[in-house]
């Protein structure tokens, strides 16, 4: 190990570590954690000396997902005007009972989005997504990739709490997923990964399962789109990590050679 590593660099390894032993990995050869120590230095010097990114004009090909979200010429210029179309949304069930709409949150510039399901209890009570146990895991999760979690952008397929946390209905999808789009329309990311079923076949537009569409990278709307096992999920049964570790890794790559 050098003999004077940088503090954030030991707290990034210090997440790396803690992802892993949840995994129940506990040994580490020296060499490795040397190793681990100069990539997240090099990754760190990488992502401190790139421009900003312009933001490019939306795609021009209109998805199905983006022909249902209204006027078919719409083209939002940013996340405000998608959240003010999206109002105080009323267009399908989920209205009932939620406390808060929950949009989204992170870095209106970020090169890797994260998309999940919909809220749970925390998020409904707090308006932001992935704050419970589940979204610390997805926080440990980013941090054992090298990045923080405000470098990042995640938002879920669903804005509102389906009750009792159940997937949502399949109307319930169709009359929000438009807004999705729209939000990574005007983000532009490099990378989307989608955190579980829901979102992986929502924006792939297929019913395939999970277990077959994790493992490979997928494109989206001209981002590379990622699939892997949701972080609550994970909460039930650890031993996917390793899986969704690999994910992580294939995430990282991506970003580190563009
Ligand atoms: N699960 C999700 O899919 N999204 C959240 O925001 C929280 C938990």
Sequence with gaps: ?????????LEQLKAHLEYFAESGIDGFAPKAVSGALKLAASVRDKSKSRAPRPQQPAPST?????????????????????RDDLGDCRRCKLCQDRTHIVFGSGNPQARL????????????????????????????????IQMRRDEVYICNVVKCRPPGNRTPQEEEVAACSPFLVRQ?????????????????????????????????????????????????????????KRDVWEDLKKIRSLLSSS
């Design 62 to 82: 209109q998805t199905s997902l983006f022909a249902e979200s209204g006027p078919a010429s719409v083209r939002d210029s940013s996340l405000e005007e998608v």
């Design 184 to 240: 990574l329309a005007v983000l532009q990311p490099e990378v989307v990964c989608c955190l579980g079923l829901t979102a992986a076949q929502t924006l792939l537009q297929v019913r395939t399962p999970i277990g077959r569409l994790r493992g490979k990278i997928h494109s989206f709307r001209g981002a590379r789109l990622v699939a892997t096992y949701h972080p609550a999920y994970l909460l039930r049964n650890p031993a996917a």
């Design 1 to 9: 190990m050098p003999d004077n590593p940088h503090p954030v660099l």
């Design 113 to 144: 989005v994260f998309v999940g399901e919909g809220p749970g209890a925390d998020e409904d009570r707090q308006g932001l997504p992935f704050v419970g146990r589940a979204g610390q895991l997805l926080t440990r999760m980013i941090e054992a």
